[in-house]
T-cell receptor, first 114, second 111 residues
Framework: DAGVIQSPRHEVTEMGQEVTLRCKPI?????LFWYRQTMMRGLELLIY????????DSGMPEDRFSAKMPNASFSTLKIQPSEPRDSAVYFC????????????FGPGTRLTVT | QKEVEQNSGPLSVPEGAIASLNCTYS??????FFWYRQYSGKSPELIMS????GDKEDGRFTAQLNKASQYVSLLIRDSQPSDSATYLC???????????FGTGTRLTIIP
């Protein structure tokens, strides 16, 4: 059974460019979470969705960040314009109530903004 | 006070010994508890979940939960060098679908 899929695995971009990260949750999971991890701040929850609807976006750092979930099998996290301080590893995770809300993480996208 | 607290380590344990990782939480309404293992450069991997007081064993791993004292621990028996990683404790509060993560404990198993 496929786990959470993320793409790209690595992204290097210049400051000011738009960055789009993609995630496919585990089939049947109705919760999707976007996290950011840095050495300084650890693992931070940015936003999460339930049944494709954003539930809590209080962790989104600023208006440059946006996330969408157009259907149950796809979500995007967009940063526009990107800044060097956005450099981090971005994880997507999914869960479901029938699986006791256990969250399963994707492999992550390592973003470097120069 | 942080919601979920872990000693950041590093915790060094000789190979073959028992590694003990601890986590405390502040919300008495917490009802689900998870341990994740994260190797350097990799994503967090769920290794144990526990929902009721007591011990839960899975192979070399034992999770222990004490809701009265608000702590959860992870014991790793017969520690192996491959157990060297950062271990994240996560807690789910009642009525909440999201998890609150601790900052993790870095464990090193010394051959």
């Amino acid at each position: 059974d496929a786990g959470v899929i993320q793409s790209p695995r690595h992204e290097v971009t210049e400051m000011g460019q738009e960055v789009t990260l993609r995630c496919k949750p585990i089939s049947g999971h109705d919760y999707l979470f976007w996290y950011r991890q840095t050495m300084m701040r650890g693992l931070e929850l940015l936003i999460y969705f339930n049944n494709n609807v954003p539930i809590d976006d209080s962790g989104m750092p600023e208006d440059r960040f946006s996330a969408k979930m157009p259907n149950a099998s796809f979500s995007t996290l967009k940063i526009q314009p990107s800044e060097p301080r956005d450099s981090a590893v971005y994880f997507c995770a999914s869960s479901s109530e029938w699986a006791s809300y256990e969250q399963y993480f994707g492999p992550g996208t390592r973003l470097t903004v120069t | 006070q942080k919601e979920v607290e872990q000693n950041s380590g590093p915790l060094s344990v000789p190979e073959g010994a028992i590694a003990s990782l601890n986590c405390t939480y502040s919300d008495r309404g917490s009802q689900s508890f998870f341990w994740y293992r994260q190797y350097s450069g990799k994503s967090p991997e769920l290794i144990m979940s526990i929902y009721s007081n007591g011990d839960k064993e899975d192979g070399r791993f034992t999770a222990q939960l004490n809701k009265a004292s608000q702590y959860v621990s992870l014991l790793i028996r017969d520690s192996q060098p491959s157990d060297s990683a950062t271990y994240l404790c996560a807690v789910r509060n009642f009525g909440n679908e999201k998890l609150t993560f601790g900052t993790g404990t870095r464990l090193t198993i010394i051959p």
